[in-house]
């Protein structure tokens, strides 16, 4: 069977609406205490949910869809933790099919615990010129205020053909980089007093991001899919992060713009 094995609650003095959902798939208990120490943090209360299958010898009955499960635990969460490549099978299934949740105008962030870090002190954002990376920052900074955690401003950029092979145009491309990333830092700098630089490397975002997250204690990207996981992840940036990160990685949706009234 699915169940909720265990609810932390928070202090008294927090919202009791407040709570991150972590769905755990295998023996590996790093999502957990990842999502716990987050709790704390946040003072949210912690949802946990087992995913495992667990059928009854008196019934026939099917083993709920774990998917339909983080679904109903995550309404309205802080965060969605789930386990990365090694702890469990089921990840990528799940990441290609959580929907968004609607609850508060837009999906909550999933985290991605594959290998946890103690503390979170280094926090790599991926950005570029999207809404979505622009919530990644926000996200970002917000963390690092929380932790007292260092910035990381990283955009990659690629030749995009032959013609990029001229040196004005590698120039141009590596200007066009290293100014995206100069405004980020400037952002950053001006929401937060932790430290904050960035880096424009050459190379496919999944690789650069990947690389960065060796020294790193958190990666934060954004999504630009709207329909949720189904389109957000699967065969993306990030679901490539999320398997080859050597740190727990962060996927951050824009919130989704409602019309003004009539």
């Known amino acids: 069977m699915v169940a909720r094995l265990h609810e932390e609650h928070p202090a008294a003095d927090a919202t009791p609406a407040r709570h991150i959902a972590v769905g755990i798939d295998g023996p590996a208990d790093a999502p957990l205490r990842w999502a716990s120490r987050e709790a704390r943090a946040r003072g949210c ?62 999906p909550c962030p999933i985290v991605v615990v594959r290998d946890e870090r103690p503390t979170v002190g280094r926090i790599v954002v991926g950005v570029d010129s999207s809404n979505a990376a622009s919530a990644a920052l926000d996200w970002a900074i917000d963390e690092a205020n929380r932790n007292g955690a260092e910035i990381v401003v990283v955009h990659a950029w690629q030749r995009r053909g032959p013609a990029d092979r001229s040196v004005r145009l590698g120039d141009l491309r590596r200007a ?40 790193a204690d958190l990666v934060v990207v954004g999504s630009r899919g709207r329909s949720g996981f189904r389109t957000a992840l699967f065969g993306s940036v990030a679901l490539d992060l999320a398997d080859g990160a050597r740190c727990p990685v962060v996927v951050i949706h824009p919130r989704l713009r409602r019309p003004p009234a009539a």
Do not use: K
């Open 45 to 106: 209360t912690l949802r946990i949910v087992d995913l495992r299958c667990r059928p009854h010898a008196l019934t026939a009955d099917p083993c709920p869809d774990p998917r339909e499960t983080l679904l109903v635990e995550a309404a309205g969460a802080e965060l969605l933790v789930v386990g990365g490549a090694g702890a469990g099978d089921g990840h990528r299934a799940l990441l290609a099919s959580v929907p968004p949740n609607a609850s508060r105008g837009g």
């Open 176 to 215: 066009e980089a290293a100014g995206l990333v100069d405004v980020a830092v400037r952002y950053c700098r001006e929401r937060t007093m932790q430290t904050v630089r960035g880096d424009a490397p050459v190379g496919d975002p999944a690789s650069v991001l990947v690389a960065a997250s060796e020294g």
